[in-house]
């Protein structure tokens, strides 16, 4: 099945890689990242090697000063980039990437578009349900869902995996008799693929932009360096969605006393629909239900998020850091 992805406000996805300006030239609000092989190249080429290494070890951080008394190899290397992207505002000192496939072509990790919809989706259930807030906060007594209280500092970054283990994973008796949620293998959207997204149509820059973060439920400071990432800036892209329904289908005849605990309740919950509806007949038109039940529930989760992020950003109580 085939998913459009429009892009409403820019995206960046980081690599964790960063460009600084010995990697790139800017020039007429583009900057163009150089490709190092050919410059390599063109500086061997040309007998400025060690004329290169001097520079650099005498404190050269710019690539385009060294390039000033170099034009042809300046035109050269400007003439056949890696890319170039147009530049929104002010460049800093460095770049951070966007997530780009070996030929450089952006694009959007099935595994991001995942996380979203599980995100939402899992916003979704805790609305529906209401859970007993304690089996969030404190644990599950005999099982491994600590809670989100009780976990140690160092894995406090896990907590959010305590929640999701409660909605999205049917549970397994270990040898010890506790019933352990921790295994991906009873996770339901296992059954759920994304691939990577490819745009039809997009445009990017590189912009900066200002971290916001939280220092307590109603206030927020911003750091006050700026941060240049790569974007999409706007534009179409498409994915393929794929649902494995004959192993859904086949989960109706598993016996979940040993395995696969609560599997039937937490499949209701998630799918807003019984495992014990789904017949070889009527797969393709229940998987339609789920791709919907995905869908309702990114748009609900947005709808909030919104609304909770304009509430801060317009709250009284919010302390701009310019030091």
Known sequence: MKIKIQILSPVHIGT??????????????????????????????????????????????????????HSEIKKEVLNNPLYSLPIRGTIEKEVALHIKDPSNQFFIPGSSIKGAIRTALLYTVLEETKPNIDYLLKGISNTDIKGVLNLEKRYAKWAGMEIEKFVFRAGFIKSNRII???????????????????????????????????????????????????????????????IDMKTLLALKNVDEKKEWINLKEKFKNVFAFSLDELTLNNLKEYEKKIVDRLLEA??????????????????????????
Not at 36 to 55: H, M, P
Not at 299 to 322: A, C, M, P, S, T
Request: net charge positive; aromatic share 14%; charged share 30%.
């Open 180 to 242: 352990s949620y921790s295994d991906a293998k009873y996770d339901l959207l296992k059954f759920i693929h994304f691939s990577d997204a490819y745009p039809i149509e997009a445009q990017y820059s590189v912009m900066p932009v200002t971290v916001i973060f939280s220092v307590s439920k109603t206030k927020m400071k911003t750091k006050s360096f700026i941060i240049n990432v790569e974007v999409i800036e706007k534009g179409k892209f498409l994915c393929n969605l794929e």
């Open 298 to 323: 990114a748009y609900k989760f947005f709808q909030k998020k919104k609304e909770k992020d304009l509430e801060l950003i317009n709250g009284k109580e919010i302390e701009i850091d310019n030091q």
């Open 16 to 69: 964790g890689e960063k460009k600084n300006r010995m990697a790139f030239i800017i020039k007429n609000q583009n900057i163009s990242f150089i490709n190092e092989d050919l410059f390599n190249f063109l500086v061997n080429k040309t007998g400025l090697t060690d004329k290169f290494i001097k520079w650099a070890q005498e404190g050269g951080n710019d690539i385009s000063q060294f390039l000033k008394d």
